[in-house]
């Protein structure tokens, strides 16, 4: 099995890491939470120009905890879609250089393909076919994974990302940034069935409702209207952790009602949930106790591979690697791809 040291910079993390036969040999993170967290969110131009204040670093971080020299890395890899289309090119740019200098193998990773191999770090004999559940701040996805880079997308978001709801709500109740651990603290101590919140539903043209699809900008402005409310009625504190509750709930129970009817309605027995919001203690415990009752395995990676890295790059790249993918030193940054396009980072 290949060895490939890998390189994340889709957004706001500057990740290396070194993965040898779904085996994690170093996976180091330098987090730029804190630099963000005054404006409430990531600053595109902020986050590349401290990737490259930090690659090297990193770097050097990761080939020191692995114990390894570049003789025995088998292949360079880098995320290159989606994301930052500036803080990607950090990272393409620092890879295909390693690459050109320590003559090695160059692949581009799709981040979301990255996102699924974290659960093959957390089974490492996990096989296709299976569904994903990829749940993050820009992306709310049910995938049905075939083969190494043969992916089918059933079901997606027509709006918000489940991630982009919870910052989106953590901003309305004034909570700070990022918004999903923050909410997530507050829902332990709050009450869920305080307030009932709508579920978003697609609408198909025939009548009835999509299955699979996502929607979450109404249940965002149904919590605007909430607090607008809560507010006009009385003098009051505003019961944040009741209203964060019942707000993670009816998220959790959302997700979980579409991915349980997809994984039965496809035969599916296995389901790998990724993305930041996998970390969610509200959709873990639904999805689980959900789970059970149609005896469905679930995966949930540690919260460590949850949250952008550049271990579930390593992995998905090796696997590209033992296939005999290669990309191309032409290849660039690209700020949206779909799975359904990922062999096209390869040469044919």
């Known amino acids: 099995m290949a060895t490939v040291l890998a390189i994340e910079t889709s957004c706001d993390e500057t990740g290396v890491a070194i993965v040898k036969n779904r085996k994690v040999l170093s996976n180091v993170v330098a987090s730029q939470i804190a630099i963000h967290h005054p404006y409430g969110g990531v600053v595109p131009e902020v986050a590349s120009r401290h990737h490259l204040e930090m ?20 292949g360079v890899a880098a995320t290159c879609a989606p994301g930052l289309v500036g803080a990607l090119l950090t990272g393409i740019t620092a890879a295909k250089t390693l690459a050109l200098v320590q003559n090695k ?20 004999t996990l096989q296709p076919p299976f569904l994903c559940l990829l749940v993050s701040g820009g992306h709310t996805s ?4 075939k083969d190494c880079g043969v992916y089918h ?40 069935k305080a307030f009932t919140l709508p579920e978003g539903k697609i609408s198909l043209p025939n009548g009835g409702y999509h299955p699979y699809h996502s929607s979450f900008s109404g249940l965002k402005t149904a919590v605007l209207r909430l607090v607008q409310t809560l507010q006009k009625e009385n003098d009051n504190p505003l019961p944040v952790a009741d209203i964060a509750a019942s707000f ?3 998220v959790a129970k959302s997700l979980t009602k579409r991915v349980i009817a997809c994984a039965v309605d496809f035969g599916l027995d296995t389901i790998a949930v990724g993305g930041g919001v996998a970390a969610n203690s509200g959709l873990r ?5 959900a789970a059970k009752l149609h005896n469905l395995r679930v995966l949930f990676p540690p919260l460590k591979y949850c949250t952008d890295n550049a271990a579930m790059i390593a ?21 949206r791809m779909s799975l359904e396009e990922v062999m096209q980072l390869y040469q044919q």
Not at 154 to 182: C, M, Q, S, W
Not at 285 to 289: A, D, G, S, V
């Open 153 to 192: 997308t059933l079901g997606h978001t027509v709006d918000d990302a489940a991630g982009e709801a919870f910052d989106k709500v953590a901003r309305l109740l004034n909570l700070g940034y990022p918004g999903g651990p923050i909410i997530d603290q507050l829902a332990s101590q709050g009450n869920p």
């Open 285 to 289: 415990n639904y999805l689980q106790e």
């Open 105 to 124: 193998p160059f692949l581009g990773i799709h981040h979301l393909e990255g996102h699924i191999y974290a659960s093959y770090l957390t089974e490492t």
């Open 55 to 74: 690659v090297n670093s990193v770097l050097d971080q990761a080939l020191d905890t692995a114990g390894l020299d570049w003789s025995a890395i088998d």
């Open 142 to 145: 049910l995938i049905h994974v």
């Open 315 to 335: 992995c998905a790249a090796s696997d590209h690697l033992n296939q005999g993918h290669l990309s191309p030193l032409t290849l660039g940054a690209q700020s």
């Open 248 to 250: 993670q709930e009816t």
